[in-house]
């Protein structure tokens, strides 16, 4: 049977952990499978910060009052908020979340997770969690039915697609 689309929007909020480079790919599975890791939806890589996935808010250290000589202190030669190690985390670059929408094409319970490596390409430990949708979809209209006879003497009607 064919389905209308269904589109899922999966989001997790990048935790305290993770730098500038690093990268998350979705994994999906349906109900009865368990996640693979070594096996992601797609090769797409979700950078955790920065204007391609469209997360992030400006932090501590980034934003107007980072910028400013309490977040620089540029004029006592040493760093401010934005430039110590501590503004180098979510916390001084900003609050980012990751938000993938994956295309479904059946319905069914949906598992989603995702990986998250660093800019080399190693596997963080402690990833975001599993999380499952269950996903109605409309089935497409069938093709309407055609009169193929009809014998009067049995009173049957055959139809064909």
């Known amino acids: 049977m064919d389905y209308f689309k269904g589109i899922v929007q999966v989001s997790f909020a ?8 690093d990268y998350a790919r979705m994994h999906v599975t349906t109900a009865a499978t368990a ?28 934003g107007t009052f980072g910028k400013h000589n309490f977040g620089t202190i540029e004029g006592r030669n040493i760093s ?16 980012a979340y990751v938000t993938v929408n994956y295309e479904a094409l059946t319905p069914n319970k949906y598992n989603f997770a995702f990986s998250v490596y660093d800019v080399a390409g190693n596997v963080h ?13 409309r089935p497409k209209r069938p093709n309407p039915l055609k009169r193929s006879s009809y014998n009067n003497g049995t009173t049957t009607i055959i139809f064909t697609v």
């Open 14 to 21: 990048v935790g305290s952990t993770y730098t500038v480079g």
């Open 35 to 62: 996640i693979d890791y070594n096996a992601p939806v797609d090769n797409i890589q979700y950078p955790l910060f920065g204007k391609s996935n469209q997360s992030g808010i400006f932090g501590f250290g980034q």
């Open 80 to 95: 401010g908020y934005g430039n110590i190690a501590f503004g180098n985390t979510p916390f001084g670059r900003g609050s």
């Open 125 to 137: 430990s402690g990833t975001p969690d599993e999380d499952s949708a269950y996903v109605c979809l």
